[in-house]
């Protein structure tokens, strides 16, 4: 069992920056894949980054060059770092740990991107 706790989220100008952290309970942490995925309103919800075991990462094209996913093992946690922000970033972003067939969520953080 993995408890994931996700916080950072807030209000920010076009092009300012945010960072989300995602700490996570349990002691295989360093086994799972890690994701941040994100639901606007209206929208179903979509992969926004993914980090393996092993440190590779992917990103939805919209964001790539301005989002970054990192993890640390050893403090169990997971972070998106998100610059230039646009309003179409503006959503309820979520921690995913996932190792087949296990997948836990966070209970989310909202992200608003409004001047």
């Known amino acids: 069992q993995v408890q994931l706790v996700d916080s950072g989220g807030g209000l920010v100008q076009p092009g300012g920056s945010l960072r989300l952290s995602c700490a996570a309970s349990?002691?295989?942490?360093?086994?799972?894949?890690m994701n941040w995925y994100r639901q606007a309103s209206g929208k179903q919800r979509e992969l926004v980054a993914t980090?393996?075991?092993?440190?590779?990462?992917n990103y939805l094209d919209s964001v790539k060059g301005r989002f970054t996913i990192s993890r640390d093992n050893a403090k169990k946690s997971v972070y998106l770092q998100m610059n230039s922000l646009k309003p179409e970033d503006t959503a309820v972003y979520y921690c995913?740990?996932?190792?087949?067939?296990?997948?836990?969520w966070g209970k989310g953080t909202l992200v608003t991107v409004s001047s």
């Open positions: 995913n740990a996932k190792l087949t067939p296990m997948s836990y």
């Open positions: 349990g002691s295989t942490f360093s086994l799972y894949a």
């Open positions: 980090i393996t075991s092993g440190g590779s990462t």
